[in-house]
T-cell receptor, first 112, second 115 residues
Framework: GDSVTQMEGPVTLSEEAFLTINCTYTATGYPSLFWYVQYPGEGLQLLLKATKADDKGSNKGFEATYRKETTSFHLEKGSVQVSDSAVYFCALIFTGGFKTIFGAGTRLFVKA | DGGITQSPKYLFRKEGQNVTLSCEQNLNHDAMYWYRQDPGQGLRLIYYSQIVNDFQKGDIAEGYSVSREKKESFPLTVTSAQKNPTAFYLC??????????????FGQGTRLTVV
């Protein structure tokens, strides 16, 4: 079945370090891909998205490129801040679909 | 401002009692969802609704019930049949329309604790 696999956390980085959170997916069609972020005690917020192969989603310094050949959507940021500490979820949904499939989430800690 | 509102933020329930979590949205979205999140874990889908007066079971529907009498509202009842109800519950909505933006919008969550 369709699924999303994320790298296990927690990921601990120092401020200004480079961030990569890996995400791969298994899907029978061509889904849209998302990264959501969850700050402590809150709901999820959409961080960025890509709707077709080779699209790059970007927001707040974060980027991810939809790679159909490797079925991946890795999240990157060049210089993390303490305020980026949160849980990050990779997700997919098919056009016209109603159910979003989420990865297990990756917790990021950024130290000052 | 448009958004999705869950209430209450914190809820305590005695064992054996039913409790209802509220979810309201003013985004004019057709589709609404309930997820459960356990500590350190991802999201699991409880129920979802594509349209008023219709809903489907998700992956972990046992011990839960929902209704969708209005487009704006999708309350979740945690019944006494749910063996481990303590969790963080998230409500979400999306347009649910073909070829439209399909990202989900989430509420702030309700933390339910059984005492």
């Amino acid at each position: 079945g369709d699924s999303v696999t994320q790298m296990e956390g927690p990921v601990t980085l120092s401020e200004e370090a480079f961030l990569t959170i890996n995400c791969t997916y298994t899907a029978t069609g061509y889904p849209s891909l998302f990264w959501y972020v969850q700050y402590p005690g809150e709901g999820l917020q959409l961080l960025l998205k890509a709707t077709k192969a080779d699209d790059k989603g970007s927001n707040k310094g974060f980027e991810a490129t939809y790679r159909k050949e490797t079925t991946s959507f890795h999240l990157e940021k060049g210089s993390v801040q303490v305020s980026d500490s949160a849980v990050y979820f990779c997700a997919l949904i098919f056009t016209g679909g109603f159910k979003t499939i989420f990865g297990a989430g990756t917790r990021l800690f950024v130290k000052a | 401002d448009g958004g999705i509102t869950q209430s209450p933020k914190y809820l305590f329930r005695k064992e054996g009692q039913n409790v209802t979590l509220s979810c309201e949205q003013n985004l004019n979205h057709d589709a609404m969802y309930w997820y459960r999140q356990d500590p350190g874990q991802g999201l699991r889908l409880i129920y979802y609704s594509q349209i008023v007066n219709d809903f489907q079971k998700g992956d972990i529907a046992e011990g839960y019930s929902v209704s969708r009498e209005k487009k704006e509202s999708f309350p979740l009842t945690v019944t006494s049949a749910q063996k481990n109800p303590t969790a963080f519950y998230l409500c979400a909505s999306s347009t649910g329309q073909l070829f439209q933006n399909t990202e989900a919008f989430f509420g702030q969550g309700t933390r339910l604790t059984v005492v």
